[in-house]
């Protein structure tokens, strides 16, 4: 048997294997292991702390222009190797060519955004606050600080974190998902042939141990989590309970309005690529249609039904597909059981997808485009983040029924609503208990230069990821106040609370 390769670690600048415990790494396409990644020690991961650590007070004192010259060069990086980076995320994450570049992209606008740091890290000054006093503001960086990714996004969610931590001075320890390593790893290296100090930047892979100990470990200033909700919630309360400043992004159940005067055909398109692109795996599908008045919800279903014969699911290769497999059998073993519950629970099955078998690739962790009708709210699989192809559809009465569904949920990632009434989606927005807001867009994921982040139990922590809500996350504000008084002028000592 030929002998697989091993993903190990990156640190302080060099490949680093560790291989005293491994996982395999499956291609989903197949469902064949192609190699096994290293799970790093305690040991290992406060290698790499030390690494960050020592290589701080410099990356600190580097001027934020020459930071910036770093990403430019890491931008341009990432684009010449766009084809081999997408490879990379279908062979272990199973996302179809066209759809792991579209992640790669997003990714790279937040290097765009970190580029601006002379900008984005000037702080304010006032001159004169008082008689002969100034003040201003700088945003100092924390320190080491620790990135905890998962699988569904391995280059655009560390590409969230990384670029701002740096360019704010910061040196980082990353902890990309086990499941799909390689083109994490990849960018690392990348980021070091942009120009990168050593121990700047470094990755560890591994399991719940290394997760530990960046947790634990007092020399980690932030953590920052993408992930489950918990585990998300298990991250910030340890996180806090060891002092960290901690944000923590978990789970989602986004929900999309449809109003009797949406336009149907605009509906359908919408929602087979916002509930099925990336085999449902992404925390902003969406994975619930409420149809509000008597009409709609037949429409809908007859219109979705029809055009979901069409959807192509296989392998990452063909980018003919629209979308492919599930990242492990396990997890496809899960959404089946979802998809199981509804029905013994009353829903109906408009399309099933449980069954499917793509020619070629049997053994692949494959699940088809799955619709479900008349699904209630206290049904299991409506509670649950299904986190795959799996569109369910819950039929109100009225938009005030639907919001408030929408309100009671106990996730607040993202939502958006299908209408041509500008006062039904000013209502909508103002109303909404959601993090993040579409209106006719069915996955509204901000820009780079804004911030994302949901509500509820969705986020942990006071800061939404990249954008400004970046800025203040990986720096503390400090505050300067100066006088310098004549030497002439001895003033006597003030007792009162000194004014302006």
Not at 110 to 128: F, I, M, R, S
Not at 360 to 372: H, N, P, R, S
Request: hydrophobic share 40%; glycine share 8%; net charge negative.
């Amino acid at each position: 048997m030929e002998k697989l390769s091993t993903v190990g670690h990156l640190i302080n600048g060099k490949k680093i294997e560790d291989t005293q415990r491994t996982q395999a790494v499956y291609n989903p396409s197949n469902g064949i292991v192609s190699k096994q990644v290293a799970l790093a020690s305690k040991q290992t991961v406060e290698e790499a702390i030390s690494a960050a650590q020592a290589a701080f007070p410099a990356w600190k004192n580097t001027p934020p222009l020459r930071r910036a010259r770093v990403m430019f060069k890491f931008k341009e990086l990432l684009e010449q190797h766009t084809e081999e980076i997408a490879q990379l995320i279908g062979e272990e994450h199973g996302k179809i060519l066209h759809d792991a570049k579209g992640e790669l992209q997003r990714g790279i606008e937040v290097v765009e955004y970190a580029c601006g740091a002379p900008e984005l890290l000037k702080g304010d000054y006032t001159k004169n606050v008082g008689p002969d006093i100034d003040s201003w503001s700088d945003f100092v960086p924390l320190g080491v600080v620790a990135g905890i990714t998962p699988f569904n996004f391995p280059t655009m969610v560390p590409l969230w974190m990384i670029p701002m931590a740096l360019v704010c001075g910061n040196t980082f320890v990353l902890k990309p998902s086990e499941r799909d390593p390689s083109s994490t790893m990849f960018i690392g290296e990348l980021m070091c042939q942009a120009g990168l100090p050593n121990g700047v930047f470094n990755i560890v892979n591994g399991d719940k141990e290394a997760v530990d100990t960046l947790l634990t470990d007092s020399r980690v200033q932030a953590v920052s989590f993408v992930g489950s909700t918990p585990i998300a919630e298990y991250i910030y309360q340890t996180a806090a309970a060891y002092g960290k400043r901690c944000q923590a992004l978990g789970g989602a159940k986004n929900h999309a309005i449809v109003m009797p005067d949406a336009d149907l055909d605009n509906v359908v398109n919408s929602l087979l690529g916002a509930a099925f692109g990336s085999s449902g795996e992404r925390c902003m599908a969406l994975s619930v249609a409420v149809t509000v008045g008597k009409d709609i919800g037949d429409q809908l279903i007859s219109n979705l039904s029809n055009a979901m014969a069409k959807l192509k699911c296989g392998p990452y290769a063909n980018n003919s597909n629209d979308f492919g497999p599930l990242i492990t059998q396990a997890h496809k073993d899960k959404v089946v059981a979802h998809i199981t519950s509804a029905e013994q629970q009353g829903a109906t099955i408009i399309v099933d997808g449980r069954n499917i078998s793509v020619s070629g690739f049997e053994e692949g962790f494959y699940v088809g485009a799955t619709l479900i009708d008349h699904v209630k709210p206290d049904m299991d699989s409506y509670k649950a983040e299904i986190f795959g192809p799996v569109l369910q559809v819950i039929r109100v009465e009225t938009m005030a029924d639907a919001l408030q569904l929408i309100n009671n949920h106990e996730y607040g990632n993202g939502t958006c609503i299908y209408t041509r009434d500008g006062e039904a989606a000013r209502y909508f927005c103002d109303n909404v208990m959601v993090g993040m807001v579409g209106v006719n867009v069915p996955l509204p994921v901000p820009v780079a230069y804004h911030s994302f982040g949901g509500w509820k139990r969705s986020l942990f922590g006071d800061l939404h990821v990249y954008g400004q809500d970046g800025i203040r996350f990986y720096t503390r504000r400090k505050t300067i106040t100066q006088r310098w008084p004549s030497s002439s002028l001895r003033e006597g000592a003030q007792f009162s609370m000194p004014n302006l």
